[in-house]
C-alpha cells in the first residue's frame, strides 16, 4: 500500500503537467469542430441561395419569353420576377418579392409596401451585405442601375447614398418620380449583426432605349 502511495506520488508532477496539455487539446479539437460547423452551415446558405437563383432565372425567362406571346395569360404582379443588374459591381440576380429573413436566402428583395421598379414612386430592393449587396458601397453618383422586367428595360443613374440607423425609415418613403433605392446593413464587413444601414439612391433615366422623361409623357398619353 505505501509502495503504491510512493509511486502515485511520484506520478502526480507528470500528471499535473500533462492535465492542461490535454485541456488544450480537448479545447483545439472543440475549436475546429465548431469551426467545421460553421463552414458547412455558410457554405449549405450559399449552396441554397445559388440553387434558389437558378431555379428563378429559369422561371424569368419562361416569363420574358411568354410576355409578348398574344394569348398567354398575363403574370400577376405578384408572381412577376424582376432581375437587377449592376455592371459596375458584377450582380445580376433575380429579385424576389418580399425581405423577410426566408426571401432574402433566396435573392434580393422588393420591400412589398413600395412602388414596383418602373413606376412612379420609390421602389425599394434590400439584399444582404454579405451576399448580393457587398459591393454597393462602390457605387458613386453616375452609376448605372439596370432593372428587366415585363420584357422592359429601366435604366437608373446613382445620386447619392448615404449611412442611416435601422429606424430610419425617411429613406423608403414614396416619391414623386421614379426612384431605386438599394439598401443592405453597414459596416459592410461588420462581425456580427451591423448597427447601421447604408442606403443607395437612383434615380430613372431611361426606359427601353427611350429618356425617363419622354416615357412619362408618352405613358400619360397613352392613358
Known amino acids: 500500500m505505501e509502495h503504491a ?16 496539455l490535454l485541456n488544450r487539446r480537448v479545447m483545439s479539437l472543440a475549436l475546429v469542430v465548431i469551426g467545421v460547423v460553421l463552414l458547412g452551415y455558410v457554405a449549405g446558405q450559399y449552396w441554397g441561395m445559388y440553387r434558389s437563383q437558378k431555379n428563378l432565372e429559369a422561371e424569368w425567362q419562361r416569363q420574358a419569353a ?38 432574402l436566402s433566396e435573392g434580393p428583395g422588393h ?25 454597393i458601397y462602390e457605387l458613386n453618383k453616375g452609376d448605372q ?3 428587366r422586367r415585363s420584357g422592359r428595360t429601366f435604366t437608373y443613374e446613382v445620386t447619392g447614398k448615404k449611412i442611416v440607423m435601422p429606424e430610419d425609415i425617411s429613406v423608403i418613403k414614396p416619391t414623386n418620380n421614379p ?6 446593413c453597414y459596416p459592410t464587413y461588420y462581425i456580427g449583426p451591423a448597427p447601421k444601414r447604408l442606403v443607395v439612391f437612383s434615380k430613372l433615366v431611361d426606359s427601353d432605349g427611350q429618356p ?10 397613352v392613358q
Open 66 to 103: 411568354t410576355v409578348s406571346v398574344p394569348g398567354k395569360a398575363p403574370v400577376s404582379p405578384d408572381q412577376l420576377l424582376t432581375r437587377l443588374e449592376i455592371p459596375k459591381i458584377q450582380v445580376d440576380a433575380i429579385v424576389v418579392e418580399g425581405a423577410s429573413r426566408h426571401d
Open 5 to 20: 502511495k510512493a509511486l502515485q506520488a511520484k506520478a502526480q508532477p507528470f500528471v499535473n503537467k500533462a492535465r492542461p
Open 145 to 147: 442601375i439596370q432593372v
Open 212 to 221: 425617363a422623361n419622354q416615357a412619362a409623357q408618352a405613358h400619360s398619353s
Open 111 to 135: 420591400m412589398k409596401q413600395t412602388a414596383q421598379p418602373g413606376e412612379t414612386g420609390n421602389a425599394v430592393i434590400t439584399a444582404h451585405r454579405d451576399t448580393f449587396f457587398r459591393h
Open 179 to 184: 426612384q431605386l433605392t438599394l439598401i443592405t
